[in-house]
């Protein structure tokens, strides 16, 4: 879809050009705030594949779901992760670039397809900011995510300031 | 405890109130330092739950400790990160955020409880920083942790410049 | 080696006195770039011990790998960290501190020596930017990382503005 993009439009323009609606952004499952803005850089909590405050996707990847099921469940948590955005900055268009990804994958021993699932979240990133505000990416394995949830997402944002 | 604290108390008569004493700042277990101060930002090594430069608690949350002992386990961490951050700035009066925990659980492939155990940090950062400083919070479960501790702790504070 | 050489040296004159040539600098596995810079902030994406685009390690710390391929391998990715700082920056003597690594393991479930395998990474850096730029690091044994490669490194410099 990225295509048809300008890399000039706006991130809320492209929202609506996708047909995008972001989610409701949720609430903390304990003592910690879902974003903190320091100098130009917001960070944000761990995302969850959640719906409500309840997990949408549960189990690990290479067993209890498919590839194409974690990509879903990683694109759910980069959705949340832009409503959460949106909430503390009041429009997406203060973001001037995605610096980093995180992405942690609930997994089998024998996972070897992180950069497919991972490409959920940059995919939809991409899309939203343009190819010109790509971020760097860390993507690893691990044995498990809170309440069984197959995937977690981390991002910095730069803002404006 | 944090409700009988004002927030606008400093994070060392705090401490007093407390009547928290903080260990002696552990010194590391390879070529790396305990701080790094960039800007306005003070990062930290991964905290460990040590006492003198030892383990304190070593095996996996699910099996050899229960969630509780977990809790104690990173109580200890963050402890060893307020005395690291104190060491490096002099006074913890200059820490302006807690800005993320990034915490990491040695842990069984069926545990689901990362929230609770993560909030023994995030719970004493708040009774010592005041809740206007809680930070963002990564959570996962690893498959194993340093000398087989349970629990790790990274910690980025924003501080004066 | 590096007792040898002067703290003020430049990067890239060690460089040279260590007879040490970078790789060319790798490429993404998927849709993020190697590296972003903001401010005075350069992350770089998780760091693989490839050569050409291809795994040059592949399988488990304690299982498949002894802990000395495992310190050659987080060496290769180190190097490649170095390649594309290097690419990014121009130049290495614009790093004026290492601020951050992250490493991660894929390890057997009783691995314990964790900082010895990282301090392949934490000394190389010191050999080239010197001991009075070493960093905070962070090291956790995970479950399995991209294409069953056995390490990961994630790296934060500052850099000159």
């Known amino acids: 879809m990225s295509e048809t993009l300008n890399n000039n439009d ?5 929202l609506r050009d996708l047909g995008i609606q972001l989610p409701e952004p949720g609430s903390p499952f304990g003592a910690y ?15 969850l594949p ?16 498919t590839l194409e099921q974690g990509r879903s469940a990683l694109t ?19 973001v001037t670039r995605v610096i980093r ?8 021993d024998d996972f070897k397809e992180h950069p497919k ?11 939203v900011f343009g190819s010109g505000k790509t971020s760097v990416r ?14 977690e997402l981390e991002v910095i944002f730069e803002v404006e300031g």
């Open 138 to 151: 860390q993507v690893i394995g691990v044995s498990t995510l809170p309440f069984g949830m197959p995937v």
């Open 117 to 127: 699932v991972a490409d959920a979240a940059s995919e939809l990133f991409r899309d």
């Open 50 to 65: 959640t719906e409500g405050h309840s997990p949408k996707f549960v189990g690990k990847l290479g067993k209890d779901l």
């Open 33 to 47: 705030v879902e974003a903190v803005q320091t100098g130009n850089l917001l960070f944000l909590s761990g995302m």
């Open 101 to 108: 990804l995180g992405v942690y994958l609930a997994a089998t």
């Open 10 to 14: 706006s991130a809320e323009s492209r």
């Open 76 to 94: 759910l948590a980069a959705m949340n992760a832009l409503a959460v955005a949106r909430e503390h900055l009041g429009t997406l268009d203060r």
